[in-house]
């Protein structure tokens, strides 16, 4: 495993932002960690130790270490290429560090990145080019985000101060009123529990459920769930999180007994993931986004596999349970 960790960061390459006084010195890590980073950017290893691409094909990532802030702390920039990005041959990808030592990606896109010599909020601003095309991006306090969406960000020169600029607000509505991320604001550890009521609402609503009372309830008033039945978490590491709710039910889910709702946020609101009878269990095994495979657990010794597209969580063969991994022997259902 260690001649496996220094070959990934024998990666390590100058491929910077045209930046040079930004570039920073590589950080301290650990095996795990390097392993972390190349998963938060997207680039999970696969079964021979080696990065895999968005194809899930063996990939090799030049990474450098950028400071796009001015705090001292160096971020990670991924630069790819290969013919699984189409139609330009080359994928970026940017990873911060959180106080609490992990890395999340808060930069993605398929052509090339460079550093437009401006700041917002304190990040370089960023400029995009794919097909052809140049789209500018601003840090909009949690991620990279298309000019538009980041509006309202102080803008100065790289040799200026940038202007301070007011935190985003928590609430889900005025989130989404804007056309922005309903979770932007929000700072981890996300606790479900700890939302404004309406962000709640907004969360439970998207899955289907209907208020009853003090109770949510779906499946038609046959399930409930309650607020220890909504978790909110990091699936991908991108620094935005998931909503992952389960709702109980032997009327509605049969044997199982359970089913679970997963929502994404997005601009102006919660998109559906997956929605399935079962119990989820997210596997080591990434689709695109690096977004986890889920394996639908419930009677029997033989579990449907679902991976994400791009689009949807599809089926994706099936395996027998061996604790998560998601490397039991395919079945057939």
Known sequence: ?????????????????????????????????????????????????????????????????????????????????????????????????????????????EGAVKATGATARGWFVLAATSAGRTKELRYDGHAYASADRAAGAAVATADGAPEAAAPPSPDAQSASASGGYPTDGWKPPFKFAQLPSAAQAAILSAGGFKRDGKAWKGCDGASSVDKDGVEIRDLNGDGRPE????????????????????????????????QETGIPMFLEARGAQGYPDIQVGGPGFCFPIERWNGKSYAPAGARADDGGKGKGKPCKL
């Open 243 to 274: 909503a992952v709710i389960t709702d109980s039910s032997s009327e509605c889910h049969g044997a199982a007994g359970q089913g679970f709702t997963v929502l994404m946020a997005t601009p102006g609101g919660w998109k559906t993931m997956a």
């Open 1 to 109: 495993m260690v001649n496996q960790i220094a070959a990934l960061m024998g990666a390590v390459a100058a491929v910077g932002l045209a930046l040079s006084p930004a570039k920073a010195a590589q950080p301290s890590m650990t095996p795990e960690q390097v392993v972390a980073l190349f998963g938060a950017a997207g680039f999970p290893l696969g079964p021979d130790k080696r990065p895999l691409n968005r194809c899930r094909a063996p990939a090799d990532p030049k990474v450098s270490f950028i400071d796009m802030n001015g705090d001292g702390q160096a971020e990670a920039l991924f630069i790819d290429e290969g013919s699984c990005y189409k139609p330009d041959g080359r994928w970026y990808a940017v990873a911060a560090r959180s106080p609490d030592g992990r890395w999340r990606r808060i930069l993605e896109g």
